[in-house]
């Protein structure tokens, strides 16, 4: 009986680890019970990842005041994953141990602990990061060479501060709301025609410029005419509050192209350093990722996640598969100013961290309840895509996909059901595998990567991947867009389609990929339609899904910014009102009430109501990190427990710890040193990346600034 209640005390301490709401920051936990007995917790060590099934162990440390020395031991846990890609975090649900070891205890006791466990772990909520998980599984799919489309756009290059603006196409106009002006539709930027004066004007943040041709000849104005400044006014009457056009000394050169384009800036002729160990130079007076080799005299730069190669900055610019670089570009250091493009260079630890982020879907439930309304441009129009029995909608700015007798949206990485393609829609809770072979040529690719897992009367479980929002993996690196221009729908509507290039898109390995503007006097402010104006009043184009502070190894790069919730969000979302808020979670946006993201907040319940509610544990304190020992203690798959100090292993020999080559659980540790040593090495490097996002974002309240490269 005594050892029945000192199990069960153990069993309540660990409970209470894993219900932290701090679980997956700082580690070891631990806990101390009212008795006296303490649990410490080691962080879980990821065995298997698949979709959203996650099995892993950990290593548990009881410390009784009965008892002169801890007894160690481990548990196994699977588990569905749920995530926040805000915030980075994932919540564990429908938690089942599997098994549980403590060396030298007793085994029937030991099933008593498993079984209770088991009944009990469920009702609790467990954490761990993003990174934490990226750092200890493995992925098999660095090599992937699905047919995307890697012909380079045009590349531009000046030497003095420029804008591109970009037009999808010929000019397409539409009646300015109450005045007398028309608007370009078919780009992210402010352009309207004045019909009677023959005169075009470009609006960039408070900068205005005028021109004759809406293609080329824009020239800086402070001639505005007053109704337009009326119109702006109406509509944001903040619009020149915070930002003094007097004051912004440097006017940008306007470049407009209608076909895909790139903008490359630099401040005067460009300026060659040395990047030290190689025998690469880098571009160091721009904002854009160009290197040379000095072995071939060769030019390479790296935009949407693609390697063009060319002799000389004015082109011609031909696609290198990656494998193909340079063997210095892997010997790039982390924390050069050229670090960050290690994420597009094959083998490299980066290039595997943000090809194992791309598996990592971002879950939540929608309820059933939840409506969904397509409006059309006229009649539905269907075309077939090349994978045999799909056609998808052409006239509507959703993605609707009829097969057979069936017409199937994917809204916000939601996918809808309907008899009808005119609706009524409601929530699938299954969808064709044909949708699943899409290839990239298809302007609805992107919805292969959101899934339907599970379902219940009430609820749909659902999740999407990076790929939903444009980020692929091609060649073992990670790529943005799928390269193919997609014809966009030219009728009394325009919608548009996903694209590749224009935007100076760049990967940032904490909040995915980002855009630019390829200037570098200043910033973005005001420059796009979507929205980054207060009170943005023109436009529905989606453009790019928002604006992020960059990330430069561990400095704040203007240009490389936090592109994350991708353009589909930005285009439903008119109403997109600051700075990077088409980069959030999807599945958050607060005109979908019906939608659950399965973060802290999900049941509405504190952890500790939902301890009081699920189990009785007496009067026992919350966990706390454990500050005393080392998050350095690790459980082999056989439940033997390990710990490396001083760069030693360690095993438990009975009631002490002792180095591996003096005690008997050597021949057990030379079994699995490669995985414990691996264990470890990923654990630093998960948490690491942790905390390194945490900083990040602490320092930029969100990600919401960014300023030049570092000097």
């Known amino acids: 009986m005594r050892l029945r209640m000192k199990y069960s005390i153990i069993i309540s301490c660990v409970l209470l680890i894993l219900c932290s709401e701090v679980f997956s920051q700082e580690w070891p936990k631990e806990i101390t019970h009212p008795s006296g007995t303490v649990i410490t ?32 031991g481990a548990v196994w846990v699977k588990t569905k994953i749920l995530t926040d890609r805000d915030t980075r975090e994932i919540s564990l649900d429908e938690v089942m141990v599997t098994d549980a070891k403590f060396p030298n205890q007793d085994s029937t006791k030991i099933e008593e602990l498993k079984k209770f466990l088991s009944e009990e772990i469920p009702k609790w909520e467990l954490d761990i990061t993003i990174d934490q998980l990226i750092a200890s599984i493995e992925s098999d799919k660095g090599n992937t060479k699905e ?111 209608t076909k895909p384009a790139e903008l490359i800036v630099t401040t005067g002729e460009p300026k060659l350093a040395s990047i030290e160990g190689t025998s690469l130079l880098f571009v160091e007076n721009t904002d854009s990722d160009i290197l040379m080799d000095l072995t071939s005299q060769t030019y390479f730069i790296l935009i949407s996640g693609r390697w063009f190669q060319s002799k000389s900055l004015e082109g011609p610019w031909k696609y290198i598969e990656p494998e193909n670089l340079p063997a210095d570009f892997a010997k790039i250091p982390v924390d050069s100013d050229m670090g960050n493009v290690l994420t597009n260079v094959p083998g490299t630890q980066e290039s595997k961290d943000a090809i194992l982020d791309t598996q990592i879907p971002q879950t939540a439930k929608v309820d059933r309840s939840t409506k969904l309304e397509v409006n059309y441009d ?25 097969y057979y007798d069936k017409y199937y949206c994917c809204d916000n990485a939601t996918w809808f059901v309907s008899d009808s393609p005119k609706g009524p829609w409601k929530v699938a809770d299954e969808v064709p595998d044909k949708i699943y072979e899409m290839t990239p040529d298809s302007p609805v690719y992107n919805t292969k990567y959101v899934y339907v897992y599970d379902s219940t009367p009430e609820v749909v479980y659902v999740g999407y991947y990076p790929g939903y929002t444009g980020s692929y993996v091609y060649g073992g690196t990670v790529i943005y867009g799928t390269g193919y221009y997609y014809q966009p729908w030219y009728g009394a509507y325009y919608y548009p389609r996903p694209v590749t290039y224009g935007f100076s898109v760049h990967y940032n390995p904490y909040m995915g990929w980002s855009f630019g503007f390829g200037m570098s006097f200043g910033g973005p402010y005001g420059w796009f339609s979507i929205g980054f104006s207060s009170y943005p009043y023109y436009g529905g184009y989606w453009g790019a899904g928002g604006y992020h502070a960059g990330y430069h190894h561990g400095y704040y790069h203007g240009r490389r910014a936090g592109f994350y919730a991708g353009y589909n969000y930005a285009q439903n979302n008119p109403r997109i009102n600051q700075l990077g808020e088409g980069n959030r979670n999807i599945y958050n946006r607060e005109s979908r009430e019906n939608i659950n993201t399965n973060n802290r907040q999900r049941n509405n319940l504190s952890t500790m109501d939902r301890q009081r509610n699920n189990v009785s ?26 710990k490396k100090d001083n760069n030693q292993w360690q095993s438990r020999d009975g009631n002490n710890w002792s180095n591996v080559e003096n005690n008997k659980n050597k021949s057990s540790f030379d079994r699995n040193k490669q995985d414990l040593n691996k264990q470890y090495n990923s654990r630093e490097r998960g948490n690491q990346r942790t905390n390194s996002f945490n900083q990040q974002r602490s320092r930029t309240g969100g990600f919401n600034r960014g300023s030049g490269r570092r000097r």
Request: a negative charge; hydrophobic letters at 30%; proline letters at 6%.
């Open 378 to 402: 006229g009649e539905p129009k269907f075309e077939q895509l090349s994978t045999s029995d799909l056609y998808y909608a052409t006239n509507t700015d959703k993605s609707v996909i009829k």
């Open 617 to 642: 544990t007496g009067d026992v304190q919350r966990n706390r990190v454990n500050t005393n020992d080392k998050n350095n203690v690790f459980s082999d798959k056989n439940g033997n427990v390990y």
């Open 41 to 72: 917790l080691y962080q879980p060590q990821v065995e298997s990842f698949d979709k959203v099934n996650l099995e892993f162990r950990s290593a548990v440390m009881i410390k009784s005041p009965k008892q002169e020395e801890p007894i160690f």
């Open 147 to 257: 047919n995307f489309k890697n012909d380079p756009p045009e590349i531009i290059h000046v030497t003095t501060p420029s804008v591109l603006i970009t037009i999808d196409g010929d000019a397409k106009f539409k009646k300015l709301e109450d005045t007398d002006y028309e608007m370009v539709i078919n780009t992210p930027f402010f352009i309207v025609k004045d019909n009677w004066e023959e005169m075009y004007y470009l609006k960039g943040g408070v900068l205005w410029y005028e021109s004759e041709n809406v293609y080329d000849g824009y020239e800086f104005t402070e001639e505005i005419p007053d109704e337009l400044i009326e119109f702006i006014l109406k509509k944001n009457p903040d619009e020149y509050k915070n930002i003094d056009p007097d004051t912004i000394k440097v006017k940008p050169e306007i470049i407009v192209r």
